[in-house]
């Protein structure tokens, strides 16, 4: 990728992230999570006035200035009371570093927990509920490992879920409040621990809130970052040459042209009524699209038949290509099918009129004649995948009927995480590969 830069907005149909969120996150419990940790957090304040509510095991941060990441607080539905709060930090900047001294690098693949508190009268199974909903914030970041600092000795808690001391950080032995270890756990297995501790309690976790994550992870692990791909920061600088456009519909080709088969197979292999509708309504959708391409390059004089008939595609198009066909031909899933086009039409259903006037500018400056004739490709995309009713946000709403387990949802999870880095790395690759057309003399 290339360096980040600000991303204009104004090529994108956006919409605006709430801070503050409340999400059904079980039958009895909602969670309200806030994006930007507070000094002193409102819902924090009624447990944090109750001895018995703050969990000693864990260290109290000093601080959470300038500290990223989320607070998260369980409140009861019927009573609005909060029962439980934990704040989740990336690792690094936070007061973990702080205290432990660790370099920033390693950090960066960890979610630090804190502040966590419960209140003495909630429900069984609460804390194991406050867990998930805080540490899948940080899988949702691409990270890997959940961070503590805990009392010295084996709690309930490090008990429970195998936490083990980071032995080369020093003990911190604090005057008049005790001695502490760094310790960690490995993401995964805490949060599969958290669910199934949850569901024995009478606590399992909501659906809805469960694909939420999907979300999370496509907006900061795709979203947030396809914009600084180096195509779309040519087209925006307008330095995108004709040879990397065509050389961009020519990828595109290798994998559009397999839609509809792929989406054929779906259909066959849908259990129910309501899935195989969906992927009819997809599928309608994709029909030819692939001709599009073709008579774009035709347009602009290129050789479709040589995109059709000889071209190959590059390692990442392959990439993304594999974890479509993998899901469908061989695990034989079409709802594991799904993480691939939220990947590849999260981009043309986020696009706005902005990109294609900056396109079809681009085309007029090469000496095309009509120049939107040669962009209906991209231009079509948007008006399909594009706004509530088009394909992306279609399969965002059917997964919450299909992902209904933690173990269901991270397998998902997993290929969307292959599918996503394929995408990203095909919209550098459409200039990157071809940047000698781009590159100005030193």
């Known amino acids: 990728m290339t360096a980040p830069a600000s991303k204009n907005a104004s090529l994108w149909q956006t919409r605006p992230r709430p801070q503050v969120t409340t999400q059904q996150i079980t039958a009895t419990l909602d969670a309200v999570i806030d994006r930007v940790p507070q000094a002193q957090p409102a819902l924090l304040a009624p447990l944090a006035a109750q001895a018995s509510a703050r969990a000693a095991e864990f260290l109290a941060p000093a601080s959470v200035a300038s500290a990223q990441g989320y607070d998260v607080a369980l409140v009861e539905r019927a009573s609005g009371q909060c029962v439980a709060f934990a704040s989740v930090l990336h690792a690094e900047g936070s007061d973990f570093q702080t205290r432990t001294r660790l370099p920033s690098g390693p950090l960066e693949q960890s979610v630090y927990l804190t502040r966590v508190h419960v209140s003495p009268s909630a429900p069984a199974g609460t804390q194991a509920v406050l867990l998930y909903a805080a540490l899948r914030q940080g899988r949702s970041w691409g990270r890997n490992v959940a961070a503590f600092l805990m009392a010295d000795d084996d709690t309930p808690t490090a008990r429970r879920y195998g936490l083990a001391p980071l032995l080369a950080v020093p003990r911190l032995d604090l005057e008049g409040t005790g001695a502490f ?149 061989f695990y034989n899933d079409p709802v594991l099918m799904l993480a691939a086009p939220l990947a590849a039409e999260g981009v043309s259903g986020h696009l706005g009129q902005l990109f294609m006037d900056k396109m079809n500018g681009l085309v007029a400056s090469w000496g095309v004649k009509d120049p939107h004739k040669a962009t209906h490709f991209l231009g079509s995309h948007i008006e399909f995948d594009g706004g509530d009713d088009g394909h992306w946000q279609g399969n965002l709403t059917l997964l919450s009927k299909y992902l209904r387990t933690e173990v269901q949802l991270r397998r998902f999870l997993a290929l969307l995480r292959v599918s996503v880095d394929a995408t990203l790395r095909q919209w550098d690759s459409y200039v990157g590969d071809m940047e000698l057309w781009s590159a100005p003399p030193q």
């Open 181 to 329: 270890r760094a310790k960690a756990q490995r993401l995964d297995l805490m949060l599969y621990q958290a669910s199934e501790e949850a569901s024995k309690a009478g606590q399992p976790l909501e659906p809805l809130f469960l694909v939420g994550e999907v979300l999370d992870t496509i907006n900061h692990l795709f979203l947030d970052k396809v914009g600084h791909s180096r195509f779309f920061q040519a087209v925006d600088a307008g330095t995108l040459t004709r040879e990397q456009y065509v050389y961009t519909l020519t990828q595109l080709h290798q994998f559009v042209r397999y839609t509809t088969r792929l989406l054929g197979r779906c259909v066959g292999a849908s259990p129910d009524t309501e899935l195989r509708t969906h992927f009819i309504h997809h599928l309608k959708g994709e029909i030819n699209h692939e001709i599009i391409i073709e008579r774009d390059l035709e347009h602009m004089g290129e050789d479709s038949g040589y995109v059709k008939e000889v071209a190959q595609p590059n390692v990442p198009t392959r990439e993304f290509m594999c974890t479509q066909e993998s899901a469908i031909a």
